[in-house]
């Protein structure tokens, strides 16, 4: 079976511009979170979305906003993008909403210039 | 004050010796402990997950949890250069959101 998928893998943007990300969780999973991980950190958890809706929210400026879709896949948003916006961005998909185990994408990597 | 807390190492033990990693957190109310193992470059992949007080044995993993001293650990045994990583410790501080909070990571270094 598939795992997450995530796309793009790779970006690079200016500051200033808007950059969405792409997420397909595992096949059944509802639930899908979005996580930060800059370069030496663990990831810090971003947004969750569990059928569609909103289910918790990271300390994220409101540039970052995200949705999930009818068939579960997920995009994450940022608007007006800063250098420290430059990380892996991770996607997790979850069977259930709380508490489950959550399967790690790929991830994508942002780079700011 | 940080949610959860591991030593950043390097950690290096030789080959077929046991790693030992230990993580604490500072919210009582944690259900829930997850170890990931992070190549570099690569996303976290689950290693285990522990929910109960005690020993959890998978292969040559071993979980400790000891929720009284807010205290986690992994132990690696007859370490091959292979486990040579990133192992991140996270902790579902609930209720609420399925978030997971992570520490800053363990690098581990199994020498030949």
């Known amino acids: 079976d598939a795992g997450v998928t995530q796309s793009p893998t790779h970006l690079i943007k200016t500051r200033g511009q808007h950059v969405t990300l792409r997420c397909s969780p595992i096949s059944g999973h509802k639930s899908v979170s979005w996580y930060q991980q800059v370069l030496g950190q663990g990831p810090q958890f971003i947004f969750q979305?569990?059928?569609?809706?909103?289910?918790g929210r990271g300390n994220f400026p409101d540039r970052f906003s995200a949705r999930q879709f009818p068939n579960y896949s997920s995009e994450l948003n940022v608007n007006a993008l800063l250098l420290g916006d430059s990380a892996l961005y991770l996607c997790?998909?979850?069977?259930?909403?709380?508490?489950?185990?959550?399967?790690f994408g790929p991830g994508t990597r942002l780079t700011v210039l | 004050q940080k949610e959860v807390e591991q030593n950043s190492g390097p950690l290096s033990v030789p080959e077929g010796a046991i790693a030992s990693l230990n993580c604490t957190y500072s919210d009582r109310v944690s259900q829930s402990f997850f170890w990931y193992r992070q190549y570099s470059g690569k996303s976290p992949e689950l290693i285990m997950s522990i929910y109960s007080n005690g020993d959890k044995e998978d292969g040559r993993f071993t979980a400790q949890l000891n929720k009284a001293s807010q205290y986690v650990s992994l132990l690696i045994r007859d370490s091959q250069p292979s486990d040579s990583a990133t192992y991140l410790c996270a902790v579902n501080i609930g209720p609420g959101a399925n978030n997971l909070f992570f520490g800053t990571g363990t690098r581990l270094t199994v020498i030949p």
């Open positions: 979305y569990y059928e569609k809706e909103e289910r």
């Open positions: 997790a998909s979850s069977l259930r909403p709380n508490p489950d185990t959550q399967y």
